[in-house]
């Protein structure tokens, strides 16, 4: 395959889905949930549904617990793994919470919505009502991932997505986009701007799960990912700049 070049244009979103991984709560190598963090974020968030751009926002619950970690090697652990799948969809509620109080602290109106009943906390998620908050012009936050086990959040964004007719998935991560391998681990990984689906497919390349490209796939929702952690990065993308790597059809 030849090296991919940057051809495609994004047009400026209307809507986007962010979808931020739990590492997005807490400092690099840390677990739990840093309101230092948590505040970067919601400024970012912010930012961007003050120029007008409805912003709805998954995320992942690793930076709490972590299914794997129920995975004892020696068949001991007495927590199914649909068990801890569950664990993980409540850990990412006391992820949206924190996100939540940080976005109201900015004076940005926003909604926590879950896909696992948590009614004390959290309005249970329906696509029409979901839409309607967006269109007032609040953030909202989706937890829970779809409500079921064995799904990941990157499967759930994209369900999301399509669902609330976003324009674009914003997959913010802790490099700077794709590359052919880990850049952290090789300093000789190849950097790819943009890519097709075709090319993550043929190339077997790692981003998300197979069943979240399958979902955007054909439906011409773009994915663009890129580092949260750099200043000004997801203010750049939602204003339609091409930053990190963007995939498409």
Known sequence: MTEPTSSFVLPKPKRILLKLSGESFCPADQRGISMDSVNALASQIVKIAKTGVQVAVVMGGGNILRGAQFKASNGASSIKEATAHYMGMLATVMNGLALLDAIEALGQPARLTSAVEA??????????????????????????????????TDTAAAQRALEL?????????????????????????????????????????RVMDSESFAKCSGRNVPIMIFNFREEGNLERAAAGEHVGTIIHD
């Open 119 to 152: 009614k004390a906390v959290a309005e249970p998620y329906i696509g029409r009502r979901a839409k309607r908050h967006l269109e007032k012009g609040r953030v909202v936050i989706l937890a829970g991932g779809t409500g079921s086990p064995f799904v990941t």
């Open 165 to 205: 007719d976003c324009d674009v998935i914003f997959k913010a991560t802790k490099v700077k986009g794709v590359y052919s391998d880990d850049p952290e681990k090789n300093p000789n990984a190849v950097f790819y701007p943009e890519l097709t689906y075709e090319d993550i497919k043929g190339r077997e390349l």
